[in-house]
């Protein structure tokens, strides 16, 4: 039985970053279609059915952060796996993206093999994702950030010795900062 070739959407306005991610994806045998912004990836999403989009956040005209929660609260797009690509790298961001119901989040400057294996392992969870329960994604998105949460303890510790303030009340802390920004 022959595989069906899975189709990705690459979302980026920064020209060579949307062709090189374009062409890696398609060497490595994936369906790619390219979008310049949100406002052009929401009509393809709309249009077509995608496995998976790989989204930046940074863009003119409709941002990331947009399309996903769009996407998220349609019917028809809600089940595509989202992987955000992007320079945004705080923790804050990080968390925004997955609380919100991203699949992963990336930072550029990315690692070309290890953004490969992410977006393998999304496509084979994407069908998973897609028959599971709205409470069993919710403990997938728990769970995410839990791994956040004890990265970011780990680095506090590592990097500034902070071992007496919890990584809850520093994350609390951007998180009501930034809500208040």
């Known amino acids: 039985m022959e595989q069906e070739t899975k189709s990705i959407l690459v979302v980026d306005d920064d020209d060579a970053i949307r062709q090189m991610v374009g062409t890696l994806l398609s ?16 009509r393809l999403v709309r249009q077509k059915r995608f496995d998976l989009v790989v989204l930046d956040i940074l863009m003119p005209v409709m941002d990331g952060w947009e399309v996903a929660s769009r996407m998220l609260t349609d019917e028809k797009t809600r089940e595509i796996p989202i992987v955000f690509l992007t320079a ?15 699949f992963d989040y990336i930072t550029k400057p990315f690692d070309i093999g290890l953004f490969l294996i992410r977006v393998k392992a999304a496509l084979e969870k994407s069908s998973q994702m897609r028959a599971a329960t709205r409470s069993e994604v919710e403990a997938l998105v728990e769970k995410k950030i839990e791994q956040l949460l004890n990265l970011m ?29």
């Open 27 to 42: 060497e490595e045998g994936y369906q790619v279609e390219l979008a310049q912004n949100g406002e052009e990836a929401m």
């Open 88 to 102: 945004l790298s705080s923790y804050t961001d990080q968390l925004k993206g997955w609380r919100m119901g991203c």
């Open 153 to 181: 303890g780990e680095t506090l510790q590592r990097d500034y010795g902070l071992r007496r303030l919890g990584v809850v009340d520093v994350v609390d802390d951007y998180a009501v900062k930034d809500e208040r920004e």
